[in-house]
Nanobody
Framework: QVQLVESGGGLVQAGGSLRLSCAAS????????MGWFRQGPGKEREFVAA????????YYADSVKGRFTISRDNARNTVYLQMNSLKHEDTAVYYCAAVRGGRLMDPSDYQYWGQGTQVTVSS
């Protein structure tokens, strides 16, 4: 079992920055990768970024590539999502998730999820 807790969400103006954190506990290394997903108002949950424990290797959705950076701190068992040049369309609830043996970009393949943190970008 893996427990995930997100933090760092809030209100920010367009063009601003925000850093999300995901603290992991439990059987952390039973997962192959950690990912960030988001769900905006009236939208389906979509892939944002992922990072594998081995390597590490990083992956990004085209919509955030060049603006968002996913990273990890092994000592703190924490994964981060640095979000720069935020746009109004980035407004969503952001979820941290853990996956083992699934597709990194498909939310239905992730086994563990945090409760989410709200990110609101004013236009």
């Amino acid at each position: 079992q893996v427990q995930l807790v997100e933090s760092g969400g809030g209100l920010v103006q367009a063009g601003g920055s925000l850093r999300l954190s995901c603290a992991a506990s439990g059987r952390t290394f039973s997962s192959d990768a950690m990912g960030w997903f988001r769900q905006g108002p009236g939208k389906e949950r979509e892939f944002v970024a992922a990072i594998t424990w081995s390597g590490p290797r990083t992956y990004y959705a085209d919509s955030v590539k060049g603006r968002f950076t996913i990273s990890r701190d092994n000592a703190r068992n924490t994964v981060y999502l640095q979000m720069n040049s935020l746009k109004h369309e980035d407004t969503a609830v952001y979820y941290c998730a853990a996956v083992r043996g699934g597709r990194l970009m498909d939310p239905s393949d992730y086994q563990y999820w945090g409760q989410g943190t709200q990110v609101t970008v004013s236009s």
